[in-house]
């Protein structure tokens, strides 16, 4: 997927997002170093982590920095609400002032 192989210049992801993580890590010590705006960073640095324990259902607050590209969010939401499911191996009740899945 080109938003996860080159993300840094990929037009999936907002460009004031790119720009702030090209900013970032301009002077990073390491070429291993992350930013926050990766995709799949918060997943894997703190959510992978409770896949292992029983939950009952998730709250979503999407917030609104994928404004730019609402239709891209319409056909993603829905396949990150079945990978959550599918990691949890239980249909969990997905809660978002959005959409409801």
Same mark, same amino acid.
């Given at each position: 997927?080109?938003?996860?192989?080159?993300?840094?210049?990929?037009?999936?992801?907002?460009?004031?997002?790119?720009?702030?993580?090209?900013?970032?890590?301009?002077?990073?010590?390491?070429?291993?170093?992350?930013?926050?705006?990766?995709?799949?960073?918060?997943?894997? *640095? *703190?959510?992978?982590?409770?896949?292992?324990?029983?939950?009952?259902?998730?709250?979503?607050?999407?917030?609104? &920095?994928?404004?730019?590209?609402?239709?891209?969010?319409?056909?993603? %939401?829905?396949?990150?609400?079945?990978?959550?499911?599918?990691?949890?191996?239980?249909?969990?009740? %997905?809660?978002? &002032? &959005?959409?409801?899945?």
């Amino acid at each position: 997927m080109p938003a996860l192989a080159n993300w840094r210049q990929s037009d999936y992801i907002m460009s004031w997002c790119r720009e702030r993580a090209n900013l970032n890590l301009k002077n990073a010590t390491t070429s291993l170093q992350r930013h926050t705006y990766e995709p799949c960073f918060n997943f894997e *640095a *703190a959510i992978a982590r409770l896949v292992p324990y029983a939950i009952k259902g998730i709250v979503w607050y999407q917030g609104e &920095s994928d404004t730019e590209n609402c239709e891209l969010y319409q056909k993603l %939401f829905p396949l990150f609400v079945q990978d959550w499911r599918r990691q949890w191996k239980a249909n969990l009740p %997905f809660i978002t &002032s &959005s959409f409801q899945a």
